[in-house]
């Protein structure tokens, strides 16, 4: 099966921009989940979405938004963007839960300048 | 407290060593997961323990988990110059349906 694929890989942006990422999960995986991960905060929570639906949600300001499509692969967007968004963001895939192995994608670098 | 601290060290040791590093959280589990990370990329799933088990073995990996203390250490034994890269642990925090990863700790192994 071909892995958990994210897109752009890389991705430059300006201040007050929007940006709109896509991961396409593990063929039969539902569960989708998002991450940012920054030297500061390390790894942290955005969202899971299963069968389009949004199941959870960490804490982030209501810039961060996503969803999940009917065939599984999500995108999560981020409005007005802030210096402080530049970060890796990752995909992961799991058959069913957040809380089964999680497959995840090589992320998305986002630098905002 | 972010969930799943490990001890905030980074390692470096020779080939052929044992590396061991801690895990700690503050809530119950279903179960404790070891990721491993190369340099920015994505994160590689090692091992997964039920709150049930005590140990648990995976080639060169082995992971305790012990839920009275709360703590969770992984051990890779006979390491590799491949072994080089961050290692996190990550809970699922019981009830909250959400993984919380801890800092992570960095492993350099010296060929």
């Known amino acids: 099966k071909a892995g958990v694929t994210q897109t752009p890989r890389y991705l430059i942006k300006t201040r007050g921009q929007q940006v709109t990422l896509s991961c396409s999960p593990i063929s039969g995986h539902r569960s989708v989940s998002w991450y940012q991960q920054t030297p500061g905060q390390g790894l942290q929570f955005l969202f899971e979405y299963f069968s389009e639906t949004q199941r959870n949600k960490g804490n982030f300001p209501g810039r961060f938004s996503g969803r999940q499509f009917s065939n599984s692969r999500s995108e999560m967007n981020v409005s007005t963007l802030e210096l402080g968004d530049s970060a890796l963001y990752l995909c992961?895939?799991?058959?069913?839960?957040?809380?089964?192995?999680?497959?995840f994608g090589p992320g998305t670098r986002l630098t905002v300048t | 407290s972010q969930q799943g601290e490990e001890d905030p060290q980074a390692l470096s040791i020779q080939e052929g060593e044992n590396a061991t590093m801690n895990c700690s959280y503050k809530t119950s589990i279903n179960n404790l997961q070891w990721y491993r990370q190369n340099s920015g990329r994505g994160l590689v799933h090692l091992i997964l323990?039920?709150?049930?088990?005590r140990e648990k073995h995976s080639g060169r990996l082995r992971v305790t988990l012990d839920t009275s203390k709360k703590s969770s250490s992984l051990l890779i034994t006979a390491s590799r110059a491949a072994d080089t890269a961050s290692y996190f642990c990550?809970?699922?925090?019981?009830?909250?349906?959400?993984?919380?990863f801890g800092k992570g700790n960095q492993v350099v192994v010296i060929p």
């Open positions: 990550a809970t699922d925090d019981d009830g909250n349906n959400r993984l919380a």
């Open positions: 323990i039920r709150s049930n088990e």
């Open positions: 992961a895939s799991s058959p069913l839960a957040l809380s089964y192995e999680q497959y």
